[in-house]
């Protein structure tokens, strides 16, 4: 039972573009979403969160939005560098504890 | 501030044994997660462990299981151990009033 998809296994993109990675749930109940950048054998990098009472969180060339009657969210990386380049996971949470539900990752290479 | 510090960082057991894997949060978080990343089955929450009480439990076997002490560190259990059980291990602290968690670097178990 998939609760986070990340369908788009990989996404290139050339330096200087904007990358747009995506991520759709399926549990009503999350109500916090988070962003991880991962590099191979190293733990996840936080990037940038969004409440569900919120459509949009922005962090320096960083943006998450947030659609909740669509169960959608994306990340949009503007401009693109190629140390961007990562595996990309999208996470929610309910609001009880510190279980997060991961997405099964997204592979952006950013391309110089 | 010093990050989440996993050890070890590599293991290598044979079927049947047991091992321990120790994490220690970044100071002042009392909340400690676990996650197992395998290629199969991507990232999947362990458990989580608050003021040395399980506040969340996952879907794994009763072969897994963890602990919490007063200063916050943690570590984790697998008895009887399995090939399948070979994967990289990752602890997440988290700070109170908040669901970004923060990950240690993981260690790599593999079980031959």
């Known amino acids: 039972d998939q609760q986070v998809k990340q369908n788009s296994p990989s996404l290139s993109v050339q330096e200087g573009r904007i990358s747009i990675l995506n991520c759709d749930y399926t549990?009503?109940?999350?109500?916090?979403f988070l962003w991880y950048k991962k590099y191979p054998a190293e733990g996840p990098t936080f990037l940038i969160s969004?409440?569900?009472?919120?459509d949009k969180n922005e962090d320096g060339r960083f943006t998450v939005f947030l659609n909740k009657s669509a169960k959608h969210l994306s990340l949009h990386i503007v401009p693109s560098q190629p140390g961007d380049s990562a595996v990309y996971f999208c996470?929610?949470?309910?609001?009880?504890?510190?279980?997060?539900?991961f997405g099964a990752g997204t592979i952006l290479r950013v391309k110089s | 501030k010093a990050g989440v510090t996993q050890t070890p960082r590599y293991l290598i057991k044979t079927r049947g044994q047991q091992v321990t894997l120790s994490c220690s949060p970044i100071?002042?978080?009392?909340?400690v997660s676990w996650y197992q990343q395998t290629p199969g089955q991507g990232l999947q929450f362990l458990f989580e462990?608050?003021?040395?009480?399980?506040?969340n439990k996952g879907n794994f076997p009763g072969r897994f299981s963890g602990r919490q002490f007063s200063n916050s560190r943690s570590e984790m259990n697998v008895s009887t151990l399995e090939l399948g059980d070979s994967a990289l291990y990752l602890c997440?602290?988290?700070?109170?009033?908040?669901?970004?968690?923060?990950f240690g670097q993981g260690t790599r178990l593999t079980v031959v």
């Open positions: 997440a602290s988290t700070p109170s009033r908040s669901t970004e968690a923060f």
């Open positions: 549990n009503s109940m999350f109500d916090y």
């Open positions: 969004i409440s569900s009472i919120k």
């Open positions: 996470a929610a949470n309910t609001e009880y504890g510190n279980k997060l539900v």
């Open positions: 100071s002042g978080h009392r909340s």
């Open positions: 462990y608050f003021s040395e009480t399980q506040r």
